[in-house]
């Protein structure tokens, strides 16, 4: 998986995996929270590009706590950072005048979660985490779709099967 949420196999992430170029001291929801802080002083600043600087680096910090494997009973908060942060990102970017790379962006996430929730190497408390915050990552490809047209990324994404039916 790369830094914006690609899986480096087309269908399924390695949930044990780290990123290349990253240093290998496992990523914390502590510093997910820190830069998630930072992101939002910036923005309250009026420093968007800050801001956008450290909602990516919270990105990266919680595809790193998704890929490390989570602390057992922490699966669901280290989805929820990963959403979180992706949609985050989606937004500035469109506030930033990109729907594009947002449209891009958001589709890599609700494809992430997909292929987390059909990865049967990654533990069922993850899987069902992936599942239950699927959801959210759907209703933004169909705000972003009602606000900014279609585009072949969430069209894409949405065609991927979708989570219904992939409980486990």
Request: proline share 7%; aromatic share 2%; glycine share 8%.
């Amino acid at each position: 998986m790369d830094l914006m949420g690609t899986p480096t196999h087309p269908h399924t992430p390695d949930c044990a995996s780290t990123s290349v170029g990253l240093p290998p001291v496992p990523a914390t929801l502590p510093q997910w929270e820190r830069a998630m802080q930072r992101a939002r002083a910036a923005g309250q600043m009026g420093q968007m590009a800050m801001a956008l600087a450290f909602e990516q680096q919270a990105l990266a910090l919680a595809l790193r706590l998704v890929q490390q494997t989570p602390p057992a009973g922490r699966e669901d908060d280290c989805i929820a950072a990963l959403v979180v942060s992706h949609l985050n990102v989606a937004d500035l970017q469109v506030q930033a005048a990109e729907p594009d790379a947002a449209a891009r962006l958001l589709g890599r996430a609700h494809g992430l979660l997909q292929s987390l929730v059909a990865d049967g190497r990654c533990g069922a408390a993850l899987r069902q985490a992936a599942w239950r915050h699927g959801r959210e990552t759907h209703a933004a490809l169909l705000a972003h779709v009602r606000s900014h047209g279609p585009h072949p990324a969430i069209a894409q994404a949405l065609a991927g099967g979708g989570l219904a039916g992939l409980s486990s």
